[in-house]
């Protein structure tokens, strides 16, 4: 695989982190304009925030979360060269999971289909630690 083939995957995850920073600081701006919170009250915490920027604020939070360990998996598979075709496909998976979770999670917000999003993308990356693991400690 091409080192293009392999990173591509992670800057589309990195690519989503971003637009859901700034969609957040859109939906957190727009309720200030709208004073539906005040500064005071967010100034020390989340609480106080309207719905729709909270969702926005979890989404992003979210991918500092469970994507650390696919950040770390990628350039261990990359300098190791263990990353082949399976290795991208799960990637891709993975990132796709990503994106409908943060999609559900900013739009309707229906936990259950949020839910088998988180836990599909989980899967996939627990089978790519595993796939990864092998290969390490067959070699």
């Known amino acids: ?3 293009q083939a392999i990173l591509a995957p992670a800057f589309a ?3 989503l ?9 859109r939906v957190r701006f727009d309720a200030l304009r709208a004073d539906t919170v005040r500064v005071g ?3 020390l915490g989340q609480r106080a925030w309207p719905d729709r920027a909270q969702q926005a604020s979890n989404a992003f939070a979210n991918q500092f979360e469970l994507p650390i360990l ?3 998996l990628v350039p261990l598979a990359l300098y190791t060269r263990k990353a082949d075709l399976l290795f991208v496909v799960m990637a891709w998976v993975f990132v796709a999971t990503r994106v409908v979770h943060a999609g559900l999670y900013v739009t309707t917000n229906p936990v259950p289909y949020r839910f088998r999003a988180f836990v599909t993308g989980v899967l996939v990356l627990v089978a790519m ?5 092998a290969r ?3 070699s």
């Open 1 to 3: 695989m091409t080192v």
């Open 13 to 15: 995850q990195v690519f």
């Open 17 to 25: 982190t971003f637009a859901l920073l700034f969609w957040m600081g």
């Open 41 to 43: 009250d967010i100034a």
């Open 70 to 72: 696919f950040y770390a």
């Open 129 to 133: 630690w595993i796939v990864f693991a």
């Open 136 to 138: 390490i400690l067959s």
